[in-house]
């Protein structure tokens, strides 16, 4: 069924506090080698997934079909318009999938059109006779693997195999049994128990468990930015348009409190700075909203298996007047950390008058993060 026991889309229910969806989400998201992400949804659950994936800078979700199948025909009729070399396929309810297992798809792609994350299967298999529920027989599971996600593709035969199968009406359970039927060589490569589809309820409580016992260790980073004022007649702070006789002048939109909260995060992370992640003579950043930079370092936290735990920002200048939006400030980084309001820290200062801050010349921010790693990370994430 597609709705858990409290009538939640199954992607939508929380997981160690956090949507499934979101965590899904953020583990590509903070992939290098992901060049983007786009969600599939059912047509009913657009204010459920705009308040799952709020503040990851996401594009437009994609409508899907009244099957899986055409949920990802659909999806990649949309991407079809700019096509991207390959593509991975994945069920947003398998949230922890990790980054190594990113690793070895992305990997195989490089010498296969169709790479198929699986697991051998442990168990013993048993026929049952139709229609009853007697053992007709035993199945040899050698050689037999259950099928995860993400699965990796070339984009243009799987695209192309898909299109075949809705003018054949053939229905598949998965992407790689149409790769199959196209005549792409499929390669296998190692799933993770952990990655497991949250199906039943059995299985959240396996994922809670797992959550819970992943071992931690503690990392702390500190950011800081300074932005000086120009043509303009309002400023970005913590995602928040607040007027101003001023602008900020940057590459992007001179968020200076999300630039210093995100290198915060890289720092803590040890992956480097938001200039290495965003360079400023990159086009691709110029006026972009600041907030896809937090969600970026966000994604590379959640692709290590870390949580932020807590973060502490300071504002510096003497203009704007922070304290009548302060409280505009803490809900916009709520929802960009996906942290309650307990567990942020936002402040105000000024410099009496002293330096270029007290020259109302620009504004200056300071960030302090505390992120719960895993204690052991496998060696290749």
Not at 40 to 61: K, N, Q
Not at 92 to 103: K, N
Not at 222 to 245: A, K, N, Y
Not at 328 to 335: R, T
Request: a negative charge; charged letters at 20%.
């Amino acid at each position: 069924a597609r709705r858990g026991p409290d009538d939640l889309p199954k992607q939508y229910r929380l997981l160690g506090g956090e949507p499934v969806l979101r965590r899904a989400c953020r583990a590509f998201l903070g992939h290098p080698a992901i060049g983007g992400v786009r969600v599939v949804i059912h047509p009913d659950d657009r204010v459920l997934y705009e308040a799952a994936v709020e503040g990851l800078g996401l594009p437009e979700p994609i409508l899907g079909g009244e099957s899986r199948q055409e949920s990802v025909l659909n999806a990649l009729a949309e991407l079809s318009e700019d096509p991207p070399r390959a593509v991975l396929v994945h069920d947003a309810v398998r949230p922890l999938v990790g980054a190594a297992l990113i690793d070895r798809v992305v990997a195989g792609l490089e010498t296969h059109a169709a790479v198929l994350p699986a697991l051998p299967v442990a168990d013993t298999l048993k026929r049952a006779a139709p229609g009853t529920r007697q053992v007709e027989s035993t199945l040899d599971r050698t050689d037999l693997h259950a099928a995860q996600t993400p699965q990796g593709f070339a984009f243009a035969p799987l695209y192309d195999a898909h299109l075949k199968a809705r003018a054949e009406g053939r229905a598949v359970t998965d992407d790689a049994a149409l790769a199959e039927a196209a005549g792409l060589a499929t390669l296998l490569v190692p799933g993770e128990r952990a990655a497991l589809k949250l199906t039943v309820e059995e299985d959240f409580a396996m994922a809670e468990a797992l959550i819970a016992r992943t071992p931690a260790r503690t990392a702390i980073g500190q950011g800081f930015d300074v932005h000086r004022f120009g043509p303009g007649d309002s400023v970005m702070l913590c995602g928040i348009s607040v007027p101003h006789t001023h602008g900020l002048v940057g590459h992007s939109d001179a968020d200076v409190a999300l630039h210093a909260l995100t290198d915060a995060i890289l720092g803590a992370l040890g992956a480097g700075d938001i200039g290495t992640h965003f360079p400023p003579s990159d086009p691709r950043w110029k006026g972009a909203a600041s907030a896809r930079f937090v969600a970026h370092a966000m994604g590379l936290l959640a692709a290590r298996g870390g949580t932020l735990a807590h973060a502490d920002l300071t504002l510096i200048c003497e203009r704007p007047k922070i304290g009548p939006h302060a409280a505009a400030m803490k809900a916009s980084l709520g929802a960009l950390l996906g942290l309650p309001p307990e567990r942020i820290g936002l402040k105000a200062t000024t410099t009496e008058g002293l330096g270029f801050t007290g020259r109302s010349e620009g504004i200056a921010a300071q960030a302090v993060v505390t992120l719960s790693l895993p204690a052991d990370p496998l060696p290749d994430r």
